[in-house]
């Protein structure tokens, strides 16, 4: 992505308008959402990102269900491509997925052998022994259960001396690996991606990140408390997951409805960092009901 300043990157305004086809979704995934996107879009001041005419939403019943339908996806390119690059996403979202992934690998139908893994963000400040840090949660919920090899697991190093000139290697391990195959994400639920929170840019590459009050407020559940929660983090920026070559967003409850109405139906903003993807060729969104519930029927 480039940017040529910030008064080109703020407020994209639109769509506005949408028509909405229901279907039916393959392999029994129920019922599909497509939002085809008004021409309004095409003339946004973004460079270099292609207008999406298609996104593929499907709606799940339950986090059960989307974790499957999720699940499914991520194994269904593990197959296609043993030595696939996984962006992976930490949080409540994707646990039930990456259990479904243990399932899989369990019954011998998935092998991580191969998979390389490069995770969204950290937190500044949590070393790897901490039960909070996303590098202990990543080895807890996924890479300790699976054969995947440890060298090949990618997690931000929120500890590093100097922040700056990590967030240029995790850029650049990134690149030397060739890019994200599928990118799984989460939502926040003021629709920050990673931990890319609303802002006045859409920040580009890898950096370091002031989290926002209600982000705090919202993964304090995890901590002692609040005054326990990092004040920073390091993330992929928004040009990182915007290269993945595929993006799967999962949602699931009410609490995030506004965020994925707003992220998909809204205007294309930095003040809304997800309705960035409004702009990626591929994504696909795995909502259950009561995420979809404030999208426009
Ligand atoms: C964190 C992570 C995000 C995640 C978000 C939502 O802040 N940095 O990557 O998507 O929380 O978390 P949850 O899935 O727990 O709602």
């Known amino acids: 992505m480039q940017s040529s300043g910030r008064a080109d990157q703020a407020q994209i305004q639109g769509p506005g308008n949408f028509e909405r086809k229901r279907g039916r979704a393959e392999a029994g995934a129920g019922a599909v959402r497509t939002a085809v996107h008004a021409d309004r879009l095409q ?23 989307m974790s499957r339908k999720a699940a499914n996806i991520l194994a269904a390119q593990i197959i296609l491509k043993p030595d696939c690059v996984l962006g992976l996403a930490t949080g409540s979202s994707p646990i039930g997925t990456y259990d479904q992934l243990v399932e899989g690998y369990n019954r011998g139908d998935l092998n991580f052998a191969e998979v390389k893994t490069v995770n969204l963000d950290e937190y500044i400040g949590l070393d790897h022994e901490n039960d909070q840090s996303y590098y202990y949660f990543m080895h807890s919920h996924l890479f300790d259960r699976v054969n995947i090899d440890p060298a090949n697991t990618n997690v931000p190093d929120g500890m590093a001396e100097d922040i700056d000139a990590e967030c240029e290697r995790y850029e650049k ?7 994200v195959d599928i990118q799984l994400l989460g939502i926040g639920r003021n629709g920050h991606i990673g931990f890319n ?35 920073q983090a390091v993330s992929m920026g928004i040009g990182t997951i915007m290269k993945a070559k ?3 967003l999962i949602a699931s409850g009410e609490d995030k409805a506004d965020a994925v109405a707003q992220a998909f139906f809204g205007p294309v903003t930095p003040e809304m960092p997800a309705s960035i993807l409004q ?6 969104v795995i909502a259950d009901s009561a995420a979809l519930s404030k999208c426009p029927k």
């Open 173 to 179: 391990l990134i690149r030397s690996l060739g890019g």
């Open 43 to 65: 003339n946004a001041r973004i460079c270099n990102l292609r207008r999406k005419k298609d996104m593929r939403i499907y709606e799940a019943n339950d986090y059960q269900d």
């Open 197 to 231: 929170e609303p802002s006045d840019i859409f920040d580009k590459m890898t950096h370091c990140v002031d989290l926002t009050e209600s982000t705090i407020e919202a993964n304090k559940r995890f901590f002692a408390s609040a005054d326990d929660v990092p004040k």
């Open 246 to 248: 595929k993006i799967l």
């Open 279 to 284: 702009f990626h060729s591929d994504v696909v």
